[in-house]
């Protein structure tokens, strides 16, 4: 069932699972969870469609670098999803194998505890498990990179592929405009009772459960954690600090140009790191990508003048001396970009603004860093792909001057993938983490959190994949220890 939130009705109902949030997680659980036979209650913050309203909920205190929350998450029935590319990867065994990463623990959990859900879970986004995860380009050399493997959902729009399931679903009850505020906890402060829901109106109510799970991203998860200290004043999960730290992105890092031997063979190719050569250095993973520029291009009225100047300035092999004029690659000419793993950093966070929102809570404070060790990641990676990309004859690499030479993170030419991480990361001890191994938060009995935010570390590829292998894995905790009858 799905309906519009109104404050003024009464609900005294006690559902077994209360979700919050409708991207692929939340949406994912409710569907698995309810096709078990337990009562379902989600809550959606935003509409079944964009509104300015909603998007501003999602404004935020910058005072690091720039991520742009605001524009690159969406606040509506199905989530992110609704512009998501679709580009799948799962983790890599490897990713499970470091016993710290910057001195924090990486995950306490086996590769094989994700692997087993990778099958349904490619169901669930529309990936041919036939052709499972192939390399997106066939070029090869000897070194420490292999061609990078991923796959291509649709994408999935969670909104338009479920919200049928949803509507019809006779275990689940849905409300939009919905917004989470509160969680009420039990006198000894060790399980949450009820949550309290409020309208754009500022009309609230509260609804019971028996467990709840938030899905709300990496950002907005840590946020409502913090929020939620009308009894406990640190907010909840936050006995040692740990809610908002340790904020990780996939760094877009623009590592320099090349030009490529036979640049009619491929517009692009993609690699990734070998597990031994990031472990002997002791830095992250990545994929580089490859973009070679096939064409000259210019755009506006003039164009024509433009393409004819470019083309010439490429055939006198005088780009390079004209780039204070107009920076621009020629055929068989390309960019080197990343997908690069960041590490687990306890000053990268996400905190409470003073500022608050059209509900009374505080906004996020947003404050991405980066540190020496991702500088090393970068630099290390750059140098080294460069080297076994000439040395294997494919082409000459021109590498950015932050690559070569020592630098601060100021001068290092990066930007953000909109992967946010590491916000509620998994953990044994509380004391580097905000949940267990099952996604529990450490210290409560029922409060779960879904999504990336629980990634102990986040490795270099995209993140849908891995959340909803890690919904799934939630699905069977919950499952088997309920003490409600439900389907097997």
Known sequence: MLLPFDPTESHTAEYDLCIVGTGPAGITLALELANKGLQILILEAGGLDYTAESQDFYECESVGHE???????????????????????????????????????????????????????????????????????????????????????????FKEKYIDEIKNNPNIHCFYNATAVDLGLDSHHISVQSILVRHYNGGQTQFKAKTFILALGGIENPRLLLNCKSQIKEGLGNSHDMVGRCFMEHLNVSLGSFIYKNPDQSSQMQFYTDAQFSNAYDIGQSNVTLSIVKTVKSYGRTRAIKNFFKNLACEMELSEKIDYLSDFKCPGMGNISTLMEQSPNLHSRVMLSAQRDAMGLQRAKFDWQLNDYDRNTIKTIGQQFAKDFQKAGLGNVKLENFVIQASDENTIKFSRHAHHMGTTRMSILPAHGVVDENCKVHGLDNLYIAGSSVFSTGGACNPTMPIIQLCLRMVDHLVKKSTFPVKT
Request: hydrophobic share 30%; glycine share 8%.
């Open 67 to 157: 991520g742009w929350p605001k524009l690159t998450r969406l606040r509506f029935f199905g989530g992110t999803s609704n512009h998501w590319s679709g580009r799948c990867r799962p983790f890599d065994a490897s990713d499970f194998n470091r016993p710290s990463v910057n001195s924090l623990p990486g995950w306490p959990i086996d590769y094989s505890e994700l692997d087993k859900y990778l099958a349904p879970a490619m169901k669930i986004i529309d990936i041919d498990d036939s052709g499972g995860f192939k390399p997106i380009s066939t070029t090869t050399f000897d070194g420490h990179f292999y061609p990078d493997k991923s796959a291509q959902s649709p994408p999935t729009r």
